[in-house]
T-cell receptor, first 114, second 110 residues
Framework: DAGVTQSPTHLIKTRGQHVTLRCSPISGHKSVSWYQQVLGQGPQFIFQYYEKEERGRGNFPDRFSARQFPNYSSELNVNALLLGDSALYLC?????????????FGNGTRLTVT | QKEVEQNSGPLSVPEGAIASLNCTYSDRGSQSFFWYRQYSGKSPELIMSIYSNGDKEDGRFTAQLNKASQYVSLLIRDSQPSDSATYLCAVNTGFQKLVFGTGTRLLVSP
């Protein structure tokens, strides 16, 4: 079975631009979460979606938004990019939206903002 | 106080030794705990999950949880050079929101 797939793998954007990152969960998984990981830090929670509804939001500005589609894939959108948005963006899926369901991460999208 | 704390390391052990990685957390209501391994430039890979006090073993890995002390640990027996990576402790604080530590870098020398 394919794992969590993310696209693109790398992206270079300019300050002020907009970016859309995409994620397909493991087949059968209904929950998708997004995390941001800057160099030298652990991943930081951005959003969680389950059955197409937002179930959790981390401490990120409104420039960050996301959605989940009927096939459970997801998009993360970031507007008005700042240099500080440069990071590895990780998508994770789990079978259920329950607390004990382990998260499985994709390979990530490395975003560089210049 | 950080929500999840880990020693950043590096923790250096010789091949074949036991590596002991530790993590403390602040949210007493946390119910599920995870260890992820992350190689440089790669994404985190789940290696252990633990939900109850005590030990949980999986191959060379043993996770230990003490909720009263708010402490989670990971033991790696017979450490191999391929175990060299950053180990992230993660605590579920609700609705699958994982709070990660900054990770402990493990170096296993041949």
């Amino acid at each position: 079975d394919a794992g969590v797939t993310q696209s693109p793998t790398h992206l270079i954007k300019t300050r002020g631009q907009h970016v859309t990152l995409r994620c397909s969960p493991i087949s059968g998984h209904k929950s998708v979460s997004w995390y941001q990981q800057v160099l030298g830090q652990g991943p930081q929670f951005i959003f969680q979606y389950y059955e197409k509804e937002e179930r959790g939001r981390g401490n990120f500005p409104d420039r960050f938004s996301a959605r989940q589609f009927p096939n459970y894939s997801s998009e993360l959108n970031v507007n008005a990019l700042l240099l500080g948005d440069s990071a590895l963006y990780l998508c994770a899926s789990s079978q259920w939206g329950q607390n004990n369901s382990p998260l499985h991460f994709g390979n990530g999208t490395r975003l560089t903002v210049t | 106080q950080k929500e999840v704390e880990q020693n950043s390391g590096p923790l250096s052990v010789p091949e074949g030794a036991i590596a002991s990685l530790n993590c403390t957390y602040s949210d007493r209501g946390s119910q599920s705990f995870f260890w992820y391994r992350q190689y440089s430039g790669k994404s985190p890979e789940l290696i252990m999950s633990i939900y109850s006090n005590g030990d949980k073993e999986d191959g060379r890995f043993t996770a230990q949880l003490n909720k009263a002390s708010q402490y989670v640990s990971l033991l790696i027996r017979d450490s191999q050079p391929s175990d060299s990576a950053t180990y992230l402790c993660a605590v579920n604080t609700g609705f699958q929101k994982l709070v990660f530590g900054t990770g402990t870098r493990l170096l296993v020398s041949p």
